[in-house]
Nanobody
Framework: QVQLVESGGGLVQPGGSLRLSCAASGSIVSIFAMGWYRQAPGKQRELVAVVTSGGSTNYADSVKGRFTISRDNAKNTVYLQLNSLKPGDTAVYYC????????????????WGQGTQVTVSS
């Protein structure tokens, strides 16, 4: 089985910064894309940023220029640097691993982390 463990959330003032980390563990052969999604109360889960194994990235328009996604393929870990945070960034942030190849299993699978709370408030 594959598990994603997130860390780094918390309470921060507007304009502040946080760094989220997500480590994938298990019998992983490869992961095509790793990304971050967020869900605010009463809203749908939305893409924040994603990075492929080749280093291609995609960001939501609302976070471009403020958030940076990066990835350590050797460690199956993805990071999200959140700068210039706004109250509107408050949400539970979920890590996602997409098109995961698992040893001993055919096909590719997607996995989610348990989520980490980010609260931006003065």
């Amino acid at each position: 089985q594959v598990q994603l463990v997130e860390s780094g959330g918390g309470l921060v003032q507007p304009g502040g910064s946080l760094r989220l980390s997500c480590a994938a563990s298990g019998s992983i052969v490869s992961i095509f894309a790793m990304g971050w999604y967020r869900q605010a109360p009463g809203k749908q889960r939305e893409l924040v940023a994603v990075v492929t194994s080749g280093g291609s990235t995609n960001y939501a328009d609302s976070v471009k220029g403020r958030f940076t996604i990066s990835r350590d393929n050797a460690k199956n870990t993805v990071y999200l640097q959140l700068n210039s945070l706004k109250p509107g960034d408050t949400a539970v942030y979920y890590c996602n691993a997409d098109q995961v190849k698992v040893a001993g299993r055919g096909g590719r699978y997607g996995y989610w982390g348990q989520g980490t709370q980010v609260t931006v408030s003065s």
